[in-house]
């Protein structure tokens, strides 16, 4: 039954053996899904080209993902500088869609097709350390829920930078369902909150600042680093910063790895 939350009686353990396939399925390495709009084009190829300059090793797969109507220029360099990085590149063009919220439908159609795990990486998510990716699979691998992401204080629901099952369009059926084009974050966290691990101490993420500050939610500037000291606020042991829009986050990084 669809509602259900409780099921008596199995004895022989094959319901328990299908609930955890359904939920934990085994597979590779996550994918890096990485969608880009024309407007953020250039954040993106920045990004790709900082993470060459950590010199990760190659050890998962990038997808693109993308209107048809982006500059083929653009996309050409994104996927020449990823190749660099990731151990494979391919690409998922797609028709032009109204707002975030389809475009993650779209890639979690996809990755559903595909049977594999990934990350949601926009441009604006930032890796901090040359390890992040096995960090973070690593984590992912022993955590023991479908869902891994940053809870938002006080707002009690998953940020959308996080990594995702291959089944995730199956476990958030009226998130799929909903026509509102913004806050898929929002929209699933009824339906998969008791799925998620809270992986705060891995993604910083910070929606905004005010006087300085980063905060994670409410009304504020984008946060931005003008200096090396702005990168003292980030947290200690995250390996993913989310989200820097005007690129300033990856020149401090850029000036202290010097």
Known sequence: QKEAVLYHRCKDGSLIRLLREQLFPKSDNFVVAYPFFPMDADLALKNIRWMRE?????THEMRLFYETTTDRKIVNAIAEAASEVFSGVKHTPYRPVAGPNAAWKVVALEMQRVKRPWLWMEPDAVPLRQDWLMTLQTKYSRCGKPFFGPIVPDM???????????????????????PNPYGFDVLMSG????????????FH????????????????????????????????????????????????????KR
Request: net charge positive; glycine share 6%; aromatic share 8%.
């Open 205 to 256: 993420h910070t929606w905004v600042e005010r006087s300085g500050q980063l905060k994670p939610h409410g009304p504020g500037e984008y946060p931005t680093f003008p200096h090396a000291e702005s990168l003292k606020r980030l947290k200690k042991g995250a390996v993913l910063f989310h989200r820097n829009k005007d690129g300033t986050l990856i020149d401090r990084l850029r000036e202290a």
């Open 191 to 202: 339906e998969v909150s008791s799925l998620i691990h809270d992986a705060s101490d891995m």
């Open 156 to 178: 009690h629901h998953m940020n959308g930078t996080a990594i995702y099952p291959w089944n995730t369009p199956e476990l958030c059926p009226r998130t799929f369902a909903d």
């Open 54 to 58: 950590l010199r990760q090793p190659r």
